[in-house]
């Protein structure tokens, strides 16, 4: 298995909702991302987890809550997010948290908060 | 702090032109370099990448970049381009000393006319 899985792939969100984004990848890679795509921008970071413990958090507003509860699994929590939250967001994965590997990017979950 | 310049925002070709897109970076020390492409509502795919060797890198799709060390350069290169080449152009950087954090170009918008 050679892919990072998200799920879903479409989400629509009111203001007030809570709901969660998965990733999933069983390639034994030790380093997880989350990333924020706007239309026609390029992607920024969020979310770095190594060895299934936060690493670094971009200043990310708290209603995202990134969690990790195992070494193939990370979860993004949404709560109380705002229209301009609308992306696709997207999930990497990477052996280490070294430089010397390339990013495996899961295919995203396009998000609209109504 | 590091960063990623892709000097043309949108290129529009006809089918068989050659294609150069610039990249280049802000970094002194040792990196590794990828080109993304991104079709139409689809996610990032890896075009190709430079971590040592040869500088002439080639990828899919017939693509190539060359990293010229001394220019802070990794243009990506295409001989004759199609119209299925329409899509956006992420150039992006990571760095021994950035925990796998990888940054990324503004992109260029490649579209080709039939």
């Known amino acids: 298995d050679t892919e990072v899985t998200q799920t879903p792939k479409h989400l629509v969100m009111g203001m007030t909702n809570k709901k969660s984004l998965k990733c999933e990848q069983h390639m034994g890679h030790r380093a997880m991302y989350w990333y924020k795509q706007k239309a026609k921008k390029p992607p920024e970071l969020m979310f770095v987890y190594s060895y299934e413990k936060l690493s670094i958090n971009e200043s990310v507003p708290s209603r995202f809550s990134p969690e990790c509860p195992n070494s193939s699994l990370l979860n993004l929590h949404l709560h109380a997010l705002q229209p301009e939250d609308s992306a696709l967001y997207l999930c990497a994965s990477m052996p280490g948290q070294g430089a010397d590997y390339g990013y495996t990017f899961g295919s995203g979950t396009r998000l609209t908060v109504v | 702090a590091q960063s990623v310049s892709q000097h043309n925002h949108h290129v529009i070709l006809s089918e068989a032109a050659s294609l150069e897109l610039g990249c280049n970076y802000s970094?002194?020390?040792?990196?590794?370099l990828f080109w993304y492409v991104q079709y139409p509502g689809q996610h990032l795919q890896l075009l190709l990448k430079y971590f040592s060797g040869d500088p002439l890198v080639k990828g899919i799709k017939g693509f190539e970049a060359e990293f010229i060390k001394s220019k802070f350069s990794f243009n990506l290169r295409k001989p004759s381009v199609q119209w299925s080449d329409t899509a956006e152009y992420f150039c992006?950087?990571?760095?021994?000393?950035?925990?796998?954090?990888?940054?990324f170009g503004q992109g260029t918008e490649l579209s080709v006319k039939p």
């Open positions: 970094y002194g020390g040792t990196v590794n």
């Open positions: 992006a950087v990571n760095s021994y000393n950035q925990g796998g954090k990888l940054i």
